[in-house]
């Protein structure tokens, strides 16, 4: 049986001129279908991807596509102060 080396498809620091600047990443749960998380692992593995390298790049589509329709394609305002379970009601 042979083995496969999975490459990391991100790397952990970006560089810059002078000096290499780690990433900060924040961790975030979610509740998803089974079947979803399933065939999401499935893929992972013979991708050689990562869950979260996958989960990365379709959030940021999402954001990227919710910006175009709502804001015109700029950025969502950061929140001015940040609170800590659900968001308010409506």
């Known amino acids: 049986m042979a083995v496969r080396k999975r490459q990391r498809p991100v790397q952990a620091k970006q560089k810059s001129a002078s000096k290499e600047i780690p990433i900060v990443r924040s961790k975030a749960t979610f509740d998803l279908p089974p079947e979803l998380i ?53």
């Open 38 to 90: 399933s065939e999401l692992r499935t893929a992972s593995v013979l991708a050689g991807e990562t869950l979260a390298f996958i989960a990365e790049r379709g959030l940021s589509s999402e954001l990227q596509r919710l910006r175009d329709e709502i804001m015109g394609g700029k950025p969502f305002p950061m929140p001015i102060k940040t609170r800590k379970g659900r968001p308010p009601k409506a």
